[in-house]
T-cell receptor, first 118, second 114 residues
Framework: AQKITQTQPGMFVQEKEAVTLDCTYD???????LFWYKQPSSGEMIFLIY??????QNATEGRYSLNFQKARKSANLVISASQLGDSAMYFC???????????????FGTGTRLLVSP | DAMVIQNPRYQVTQFGKPVTLSCSQT?????MYWYQQKSSQAPKLLFH???????NEADTPDNFQSRRPNTSFCFLDIRSPGLGDAAMYLC?????????????FGEGSRLTVL
């Protein structure tokens, strides 16, 4: 079963506008973590933002915020004031397996390609 | 400064010719991962090292092997690359003490199989 679902293969936004990238997840664990990574054409995965399942407030990091709706199992990324440099692939990911061993495994969605136009 | 370094960034090999990709890290993280990412797909975990312990994902083909001679270095060996192994290979690290489990990635090695 798909654990991370990103339904938007591609999104377009004009510079300086806000954009929301959707992510839904599936887990029966009570403790989990949700991540968003950015992957430019160079290939490197760049960490953007993290939300823990017990965090009551939505995470924010600069222009990035995570709209966490636990009951709906959604963790949408909001990018405010888009910039040309935001054009990239964006992956939502969920941490699994954090237990006594401390081992964390990230499972990724299929990604959303964001294109920011001038 | 880059903290997770992968070499080479681009590798071209012939069908069936072994290839080795390397990953080094300066973070002193005890967990290292290898992900395979095919074009327009999600990264897929191949295996990971937790300290010296090697953990293979159930669906990772035997064609893929790994070595971790010390904390800083990890290698991915593809014994007989097929056309279907053409992909970006991503190395990532984390520490078991991390509160969030954030992974730190290298820039990836893009493998082409002719």
């Amino acid at each position: 079963a798909q654990k991370i679902t990103q339904t938007q293969p591609g999104m377009f936004v004009q510079e300086k506008e806000a954009v929301t990238l959707d992510c839904t997840y599936d887990t029966s664990d009570q403790s989990y973590g949700l991540f968003w990574y950015k992957q430019p054409s160079s290939g490197e995965m760049i960490f953007l933002i993290y939300q823990g399942s017990y965090d009551e407030q939505n995470a924010t990091e600069g222009r990035y915020s995570l709209n966490f709706q636990k009951a709906r199992k959604s963790a949408n990324l909001v990018i405010s004031a888009s910039q040309l440099g935001d054009s990239a692939m964006y992956f939502c990911a969920m941490r699994e397996g954090l237990g006594n061993t401390g081992f964390q495994k990230l499972v990724f969605g299929t990604g959303t390609r964001l294109l920011v136009s001038p | 400064d880059a903290m997770v370094i992968q070499n080479p960034r681009y590798q071209v090999t012939q069908f069936g010719k072994p290839v080795t990709l390397s990953c080094s890290q300066t973070l002193n993280h005890n967990v290292m991962y290898w992900y395979q990412q095919k074009s327009s797909q999600a990264p897929k975990l191949l295996f990971h090292y937790y300290d010296k312990d090697f953990n293979n994902e159930a669906d990772t083909p035997d064609n893929f092997q790994s070595r971790r001679p010390n904390t800083s270095f990890c290698f991915l060996d593809i014994r007989s690359p097929g056309l279907g192994d053409a992909a970006m290979y991503l190395c990532a690290t984390t520490t078991s003490g991390s509160l969030t489990g954030e992974l730190f990635f290298g820039e990836g090695s893009r493998l082409t199989v002719l």
